[in-house]
């Protein structure tokens, strides 16, 4: 059911390639990201560009560079309001923040959320998202750990904030299907043994969306020893693969020699070759891939459509894809049925 319903909302986007454009004067739109120099942002904003280049209109990637940081985010909104744009897609960091400052001056700027929603007492200043369905997306990682690890272990979660709402829905689906499904509140409690997962207490451990920092915070975990599996929600651990192999390489080498090397899965825009390398050479063991151009193509589309003066879907999901050694990637959507 949920990849049908990705598909219809996908064709209700692309069907606006056939519609009559509503206005004789190029449009200009926007992507607010957490940080302009992410590698998801960098495609997802390809994408919108390039989507908007081929309708003669113009998708602007916005945002500040660096670590990602809800107060930046927030004059950056500010500015991007300012600037009479046609419509703005906004990758959330801190729901309640934005709400109660930038987004007060929203005015009749059309807005819609991108990989990261707006918190559900703040939904109603967006008129749709496009993205992963992160809960989903959370599941699948902790569906990848199952499979690679059936009889569980000790697990360390990587984030970088405690505040984005993407990365908590993910964090939420990966206890969630450790768990064994749904449990109501007690769905974002650490595992403490259920299924044989435990989590370890220093974890989940916050990066701040630096790669240095968490690749320290990896080597002190890699040198206690203590740690069966790793899952990062997101891609830090390699933005930069050649690190991430320098640093990281012989310490899991030593680990592997004494029987001890842990499982690592990584959630990851497309993988470039250089990441595609490290999952080759076994230093991690499993990629969850999002499709990140299209999540830029479509946010133009319901930006585009909103400015045309129409209804959008309320949400617009698309696929992930699953990276394994040696193999073809392979949708997670499919991964998770």
Known sequence: ????????????????????????????????????????????GEGCAEAAQAQGDTCLLLGSSGPAHFRLQNEALEQALKRGLDGIALSVTHSKWLA??????????PLITFDSDLGPTERELRKGYVGLDNLAFGRQLGLLAQRLRPQGGRLCILSATSLDTNLLERLRGVRQQLRGGATGDGEAERLTGENG???????????ANNQQSVLFQLTTLLNAGSVDIIVSLGSWPIHQAGEFRRQLGPLLAERDEQGARPTIVIATPEPDPAQRAL??????????SMESREIGRQSYWMMKRLAQGMAVPEKVLVDSH??????????????EQ
């Open 1 to 44: 059911m949920k990849t049908s319903r990705i598909r219809c909302a996908a064709v209700l986007l692309c069907g606006l390639l056939l519609a009559p454009l509503g206005h004789a004067e190029p449009l200009q739109f926007a992507l607010l990201a957490k940080r302009v120099d992410h590698p998801f942002f960098i495609l997802a």
């Open 322 to 335: 699953v990276y394994l050694p040696g193999a073809p990637s392979h949708s997670g959507t499919e991964q």
């Open 100 to 109: 109660e400052h930038a987004l007060q001056g929203l005015g009749k700027t």
């Open 197 to 207: 997962w435990q989590e370890l207490k220093r974890c989940p451990l916050y990066n």
């Open 279 to 288: 999952l080759d050479d076994g230093l991690i063991q499993a990629y969850l």
